[in-house]
């Protein structure tokens, strides 16, 4: 198996800006050097190739540190999400079964581990006296595995290669056009593909990455008015808070690219920052490809479908898996060499995902007589609410752990600002009395604050079919109801 290079590679631009976190600023010769000493005390503690390291950190110039470490080890990155629960943690690491658990010293991320029996610590401070080290295996290992869900709800870690990734940066450079000057600004947490992408795409382009803990649309204004950001990457919900948070400000001038993605943008909020000179490039993406699959370019017609990424090839099938007809609806396949590996430790739900050499989405879509794709559905179930994947069949199961709960359905209404928000219709248990309130004090013991539904209305049954399946799209709010 041949080498590969390393992501960060210290010998090209050594003295480039790597990444600006606040008051600290690491060239590339430096993250490395830090990347070096992490990778040695990995390698003391007996992580090497094909190991998994699970990562419960923030946005910062210590995960960046140990993504390159793990490439020089030929270990695998499993990026935990901040925002989950001890239960939700756990579950993920029993699944994934890491070497270890590095964290910053985060009580949530050690109740999980002990749960799942994980080894766990705080990540050690560099020590920049380590010598130099390089990836010895070649494109095709594991490089990440990233945890997603379908409408089962159970969490699966979709398995990206460094060969995957590679691609799937390098047909992002040429659809978007990288130049020199490149400078991203990343506020996407690093345990989604997305923000794990730009830290990719400013690694191997040799241009320096802003990196910002999280969303402050204040803050980030002020960054994109400082100059030289030329790309940054939002979901539509940030993109609305950033533009209320700068009135009738244009668009900074040095801009080029606002990559939009996560959830289906509002024409609305497209054409408001069009009209601010908002250079917005809306794009279509998953995790199991690495991000990025189709993208509309700044310019081009707010209702003109999304072109495919270079190397990337697309079909539209129905239900019997024909190839639909053009603008005729079904659901959204796709194949090229960023699409993952399979699921981890899932070889049945790998063939079925991967059949035909195809990635079967499940999302629903169209494609044009020019091959431009249009997305209708994000999955059956499936709704996004501000950019994180929600999951009905989760939520239900929390619900129904309730003692006083006898049936739980969950479903998306349209929010504003969120773009969808769950929502939950339950049965309670004979001659119980359920409070709102209650129930969602119970969802936020055992969830994220993204999935606790939004409301909760009581009934006396649920819609199903003649089999007992749950019927989801008949769950409909009452035109009055009584908000939490």
Same mark, same amino acid.
């Given at each position: ?18 990444? %600006? ?18 990778? *040695? ?8 190739? @094909? /190991?998994?390291?699970?990562?419960? &950190?923030?946005?910062?110039? =210590? ?7 793990? /490439? ?9 999400? $901040?925002?989950?629960?001890?239960? =939700? ?67 699966? #870690? ?15 450079? $040429? ?15 690093? !345990?989604?593909?997305? +923000? ?10 040799? %241009? ?5 803990? +999280? ?32 009135? %009738? ?40 490809? *690495?991000?990025?699959?189709?993208? $509309?370019?700044? @310019?081009?017609?707010? /209702? ?15 239900? *019997? ?11 959204? &396949?796709?194949? #090229? ?17 991967? *059949? ?8 629903? #879509? ?9 997305? !209708? ?43 969808? $928000? ?19 004090? !119970? ?12 409301? !909760? ?28």
């Amino acid at each position: 198996m041949s080498a590969r290079s390393a992501w960060l590679d210290p010998t090209r631009a050594p003295d480039a800006t790597a990444l %600006v976190c606040g008051d600290t600023v690491l060239s590339r010769s430096i993250l490395a050097a830090h990347a070096d000493a992490m990778a *040695a005390w990995l390698a003391a503690r007996g992580i090497g190739a @094909g /190991d998994v390291v699970a990562a419960h &950190l923030p946005n910062g110039p =210590e995960f960046a540190a140990l993504l390159h470490a793990l /490439d020089r080890r030929d270990a695998i990155l499993l990026p935990l999400h $901040r925002r989950q629960t001890e239960t =939700e943690l756990a579950r993920v690491l029993r699944d994934a079964a890491p070497r270890i658990l590095l964290h910053a010293a985060d009580t949530t991320a050690l109740s999980a581990a002990r749960a799942a029996r994980v080894p766990a610590c705080a990540l050690p401070s560099p020590d920049t006296s380590a010598p130099p080290s390089s990836p010895r295996l070649g494109p095709a290992v594991p490089a990440l595995l990233l945890y997603t869900s379908g409408t089962t709800g159970n969490p699966k #870690g979709a398995v990206l290669t460094h060969a995957g990734l590679r691609a799937a940066v390098e047909a992002s450079a $040429r659809h978007l056009g990288a130049r020199p000057d490149d400078r991203w600004l990343a506020c996407l947490p690093f !345990f989604h593909v997305g +923000g794990l992408s730009i830290l990719l795409r400013a690694a191997h382009q040799a %241009v320096p990455c802003e990196v910002h803990e +999280g969303f402050d649309a204040e803050r980030i204004s002020r960054a994109l008015d400082g100059g030289g950001l030329t790309h940054i990457s939002l979901v539509p919900t940030l993109l609305a808070r950033l533009l209320e948070a700068r009135g %009738v400000r244009p668009a900074p001038a040095a801009l080029r690219i606002v990559l939009l993605g996560g959830a289906t943008a509002p024409l609305p909020l497209i054409e408001r920052a069009a009209k601010l000179g908002w250079p917005v490039a809306t794009t279509y993406g998953l995790t199991e490809a *690495a991000s990025q699959v189709a993208t $509309r370019l700044p @310019g081009e017609p707010h /209702d003109a479908g999304a072109t495919p990424l270079p190397g990337i090839a697309l079909r539209v099938v129905d239900d *019997a898996g024909n190839t639909a007809p053009p603008e005729s609806p079904g659901e959204i &396949l796709v194949r #090229g060499k960023a699409v993952m590996a399979g699921y981890w430790r899932r070889p049945e739900e790998t063939a079925r995902t991967l *059949a035909g050499g195809w990635l079967h989405t499940g999302d629903i #879509g169209t494609l044009d007589t020019r091959g431009r794709l249009r997305v !209708f559905d994000r999955r059956t179930d499936l709704l996004v609410s501000g950019g994180e994947n929600v999951y009905p069949a989760q939520i239900e199961a929390v619900l129904l752990e309730h003692p006083d709960v006898a049936e739980a359905g969950v479903a998306g209404i349209p929010d504003r600002e969120y773009g969808s $928000r769950p929502v939950a219709w339950v049965v309670p248990r004979s001659t119980q009395t359920l409070d709102p309130r209650g129930l969602a004090r !119970f969802c936020r013991d055992r969830l994220a604050g993204y999935e606790v539904p939004a409301r !909760f209305h009581l009934m006396t049954a649920l819609p199903r079919t003649a089999s007992g399946k749950l019927q989801r799209q008949r769950l409909v709010e009452p035109r009055a109801d009584t908000r939490n």
